[in-house]
């Protein structure tokens, strides 16, 4: 009984461990602080196996840069703390009020009346990694999903027209957003801008990314890197609502 | 549950070796710690009992 009551609580104090690493890595993902972030849990790792291996020196040497090293992610991650702490009583709990049906419902009508003009338009859902970098990189919206401001963001000769928008906690967050390009060899020369864009950003993190093709009308859907071209409504709808419904029970 | 494991698969496998680690790490500091203190506590009773003991033998004596 006590052997059982010992080993159920060194799993809960490993289960929080995880639940709290899991967090920073996910907070991170998506930031400019991530490679920041590996660096850090290298040197604790190599922290850690000196000190087990019994080589002084060098652990000593390390336990200098790791106290050295917690200064400055403290002053690197100044502002992603910061966000973070202000964040912990906002973001997650709205995410739990979320029509999600609604937010697919307007995107998909606000893609396809665009596709019908032909009108270029990008359109970022965020899911658990965080797009802060990319909403600062952009205009900052905080608006109610809703496909007529969608199309009005996209129509042409308006400030915001340029670069995507990004959806996230159930809102429009930002518009005129820069996406990083994808860097993979094998996707086609024939792609624009914009479909780069898109698998450029979902292969970065973990958001939905809409595209509606300004040459063809067509939308298309990039997720983990990955572009399916083409898309009616129904399979829009059905894609979208299969990948939010997946990260609302996470 | 199944798409729970696949969704950030590898943050999560990530997050558990860290967390591993840094569990047996603390364990051990932990234990360390407390066998500093059993033996800080160790000594200073011997300590006690030494002078205790010196003490109670140079009051017989004068007795």
Redesign the interface.
Known sequence: MNNYLSLSKILIEIGILWFVYYGILLFARGTRGVYILRGIILITLIFIITKQLGFERINWIFTKIFALSILAFLIIFQQEIRRGLANIGQRRWSRFFLKESEIINEVATACFLLSKRKIGALIAIGRETRLENYIESGVEIDAKVNSELIITIFMPNTPLHDGGIIIAGGKIVASGCLFPLTQNPKVLTALGTRHRAALGLSEETDAIVVIVSEETGGVSVAIGGRLTHDLDRESLERVLSNLYRTDKKN | MN??LI??FW??I???I??????F?VNEELIKEKKMAKQLYKSSVIDQIQTRTSFTESIGQRK
Do not use: Q
């Not at chain 2, 860290?18 to 569990?23: F, G, P, S």
């Open positions: 798409n729970w969704n950030n943050i999560k990530v997050s558990l860290l967390a591993v680690i840094t569990w790490y």
